[in-house]
Nanobody, 126 residues
Framework: QVQLVESGGGLVQAGGSLRLSCAAS????????MGWFRQAPGKEREFVAT????????YYADSVKGRFTISRDNAKNTVYLQMNSLKPEDTAVYYC???????????????????WGQGTQVTVSS
């Protein structure tokens, strides 16, 4: 069983930055593919970014490319999402997700992940 705990959400003005963290349990974190998703009120959950187990393969949604950066520290069992140039449309609950299955493609669907955190709210004011 993998437990994920997100932190770092909050209220920020448009153009500002936030860094989300997701701490994972388990001794094999370095073998997990990690992802970030978000869900805005009244909207479906959407993919944000994913990073494979070795950290050498990363993929972003077009809506965040160039503004967000996903990274991981396997020594700390933690994945990060650095969010810069935030926009009001980035407002959402952000979820961290993990899978231990080594998929031969970038995991961009919610169904690709077996483990989810509880979410952290990010609010961007205009």
């Amino acid at each position: 069983q993998v437990q994920l705990v997100e932190s770092g959400g909050g209220l920020v003005q448009a153009g500002g930055s936030l860094r989300l963290s997701c701490a994972a349990s388990g001794r094999t974190f370095s073998s997990y593919t990690m992802g970030w998703f978000r869900q805005a009120p009244g909207k479906e959950r959407e993919f944000v970014a994913t990073i494979r187990w070795a950290g050498d393969s990363i993929y972003y949604a077009d809506s965040v490319k160039g503004r967000f950066t996903i990274s991981r520290d396997n020594a700390k069992n933690t994945v990060y999402l650095q969010m810069n140039s935030l926009k009001p449309e980035d407002t959402a609950v952000y979820y961290c997700a993990a899978t231990v299955v080594r998929l031969p493609f970038f995991a961009t669907r919610g169904d690709d992940y077996a483990y989810w955190g509880q979410g952290t709210q990010v609010t961007v004011s205009s």
